[in-house]
């Protein structure tokens, strides 16, 4: 019988879809890891994405940073982390946002940089304040991008947050890593199978926020 008929299987096995081990459960987990990494990196890199966006400040260092942290491998920061905050959830968690974070501040001031800068020049003429062209204008006009951002980061982080089950963790990572030691292969394949549906359904209720973003983009009109 070949790997992949054995796969099959062991996805229709009905034992491996109940009870604490079971894939509802280690795919609760795994969207946990990703909810809570996402909306960390979203509560640091969205503001200061949107501050450099509007004010046009610290890009160039915005880029190098996003680009540095890009560069980083996260089986290696989740080692050094582990080596300073021990064996837990809080090592796993602070090396997936510090990959989140490139994505959603790339998308946060791409976003705003695309927006014409005639419409930001026309909300000035009609009196708006700076705050109000950011949350009137800016946001609303540059929300694809800045969605497409936080997609980029949410299919990052749930490809990688197989990592948890390094540290002894749970999530869809533990049928690759607890298959890896007894040499199960369909359990690791059924492992890496069910990441790559879950990132694939992400995926597309992602493209259908963007689509709708993009349908709802108001522009500002120019001034009488």
């Known amino acids: 019988m070949s790997v992949v008929s054995e ?3 062991w996805l229709a096995e009905s ?4 009870g604490g081990d079971g894939i509802p459960q280690r795919l609760l987990q795994h969207l946990g890891y990703t909810g809570l990494t996402v909306a960390l990196g979203t ?3 969205l503001p200061l994405g949107l501050w450099i966006g509007h004010t046009g ?6 880029v190098a940073t996003t680009g540095a942290l890009r560069a980083l491998p996260t089986l290696g920061l989740l080692t050094l982390v582990v080596l300073f905050s021990g064996i837990g959830l809080v090592a796993p968690v602070l090396a997936l946002t510090i990959l989140a974070i490139p ?5 946060a001031y791409a976003g705003l940089e695309s927006v014409d800068r005639a419409t930001i020049d026309a909300a000035r003429a009609q009196g708006m304040t700076e705050w109000q062209i950011l949350t009137k204008v800016e946001v609303p006009l540059g929300l694809p991008i800045i969605v497409g951002g936080i997609r980029s980061a949410t299919l990052q982080v749930v490809a990688t947050a197989t990592v948890a089950a390094y540290v002894g963790l749970g999530g869809l990572g533990r049928f690759i890593i607890d ?5 199960d292969y369909p359990q690791m394949l059924s492992g890496a199978v069910l990441v790559v549906v879950l990132a694939l359904l992400l995926d597309a ?3 259908l926020a963007q689509r709708l973003a993009t349908g709802a983009r108001m522009p500002v009109p120019a001034p009488a």
């Open 7 to 9: 796969t099959v299987n």
């Open 15 to 18: 034992s491996h879809w109940s």
């Open 43 to 45: 509560a640091v890199a």
């Open 57 to 62: 400040r610290l890009r160039s260092v915005a």
């Open 103 to 107: 994505p959603l501040l790339a998308g």
């Open 179 to 183: 298959g890896q030691a007894v040499q």
């Open 205 to 207: 209720v992602f493209a």
